[in-house]
């Protein structure tokens, strides 16, 4: 089993995976209720560039789902980011700029992470507390960048929070052609007065997403300034979605 | 006293009012709960070009703010709506016409429109079961026309709904002036296609609304296919920002 530590902190059983595919080690968390062993459908949530598979907004919705929405969580660590990295560095502002150097570098990037996204959700959905079949998928930013093409590619994804992204970027092309394969309902945030990814572009990341059932909220303020309403609704709406 | 006819169903106490301001009638409609008399905050319900007062999607978020989020509503019929036509004509393309009309030809439409909002509100918070100052205010469409300029004259008003509705039309250049003056929490309903209202000048609008505290949440669809989620989003909204 990939379970290389365990926690239990407030009616949550936190287990940090080390998830194997190929020659790779993909560093990952995954939470659950520690009292009920009902299956529960997970959602996956993607960090943004600067943090990590653990950091305070991740941590924090992880734990309100399984605490109040009746749902699983799992988190795995971007490239260049978290557990991953070589140098053992958790500067924020040395993983983002690596980030935005292999984005541009690596050709491989994004297929090589949603791989890596569909084998640690085959080793979530492996577990007795996980519901198999559909499942969530909550990333802004990076996490769009990698959730996108993963939420377009993986069937058993019901249910997506995406945004904090345009049609931008070196895989603007890989967006615009993904998007209208994402089908599922999609929650799709943006901060008014971005300065990483301009809201025109972001606004044309929505009008292309294929769901006849998507919505996109939007709120003043920059980048990093998503107002704790909208984590609120995210959770809701996963819930909403899951839980039937 | 104003009323001219009172109903009560499932809890809800409806009463049709008629409101004089100097030589006007101003028919409208006061809901509040039959069995509390404990003076509770009032939304202003303002209806879209071709409904009314009593149109169905009014009644039912009146009734549902009544009956489940512990605030009373009032509604009063638009200029060459409802009861206000002289002709008693209910065919609602018709009165969407003659709006077209005078929204083009009577200079004083809206102030005279504001300041009927205000005498109604005047009435209502004359109620014991409605409270005194705080109030909300929900309308799209025709609705924001008149209730943008409400919203930005009218103190008491401390959260809105708005939307449907872009910096366009004939008093275009009044919507561009009464937006940085609207300073409550707002909910911005768009829907992306919007037919009659082009949606970058509805973005337009959303942006030069003055409020710290604002939001956008749009959604795929014509202008009159505003899903159920947002008449549900609508009145938790006001609920939160007035109940306290």
Same mark, same amino acid.
């Given at each position: 089993m990939? /379970?290389v530590?365990? /926690? ?9 995976l080390?998830?194997? %595919? ?10 659950? !209720? ?9 959602? $996956?949530?993607g960090h943004g560039a600067?943090g990590s #598979? ?6 924090? +919705?992880a734990r309100g789902?399984v605490r109040?929405? =009746? +749902?699983?969580?799992l988190?795995?660590d ?9 140098? =053992?560095?958790?500067d924020?502002?040395r ?7 292999v984005w541009?570098?690596?050709? *491989?990037l994004?297929?090589? $992470?949603v791989? *890596?996204? %569909?084998a640690?959700?085959?080793v979530?959905q492996?577990? *007795?507390?996980v519901?198999?079949? !559909?499942?969530?998928f909550?990333g802004l930013? $990076?996490?769009t960048?990698?959730g996108?093409?993963? /939420?377009a590619?993986e069937d ?7 945004g904090?992204? =345009?049609?931008?970027?070196?895989? #603007?092309a ?6 209208p394969?994402?089908?599922c ?5 943006v901060q008014w007065? *971005?300065e990483i990814f ?7 990341l929505f009008g292309?997403l294929?769901?006849?059932? #998507?919505?996109l909220?939007a709120h003043p303020?920059r ?8 984590f609120?609704a995210s959770?809701?709406?996963?819930? #909403?979605?899951l839980?039937?």
């Amino acid at each position: 089993m990939p /379970v290389v530590d365990e /926690v239990v902190a407030k009616g949550v059983r936190e287990r940090r995976l080390d998830i194997a %595919r190929d020659e790779r080690r993909i560093p990952g968390v995954l939470w659950t !209720p520690a009292e009920d062993a009902q299956p529960r459908p997970v959602v $996956m949530l993607g960090h943004g560039a600067s943090g990590s #598979k653990r950091q305070d907004y991740v941590l924090a +919705l992880a734990r309100g789902l399984v605490r109040h929405h =009746g +749902l699983s969580a799992l988190a795995i660590d971007g490239p260049v980011h978290g557990d991953r990295r070589v140098d =053992g560095s958790t500067d924020g502002e040395r993983a983002f700029l690596d980030f935005a150097q292999v984005w541009s570098a690596q050709e *491989d990037l994004i297929d090589t $992470m949603v791989a *890596d996204w %569909r084998a640690a959700l085959d080793v979530a959905q492996s577990f *007795d507390e996980v519901a198999p079949g !559909p499942c969530g998928f909550w990333g802004l930013s $990076m996490g769009t960048i990698f959730g996108l093409p993963l /939420v377009a590619a993986e069937d058993r994804v019901a249910v997506a929070v995406l945004g904090l992204m =345009g049609i931008a970027g070196p895989t #603007k092309a890989r967006f615009a052609a993904d998007a209208p394969e994402v089908r599922c309902p999609v929650l799709f945030l943006v901060q008014w007065d *971005d300065e990483i990814f301009a809201r025109s572009r972001a606004l044309d990341l929505f009008g292309a997403l294929g769901s006849a059932d #998507k919505r996109l909220h939007a709120h003043p303020g920059r980048h990093a300034e998503v107002p704790a309403e909208e984590f609120e609704a995210s959770a809701r709406f996963l819930e #909403k979605h899951l839980q039937y």
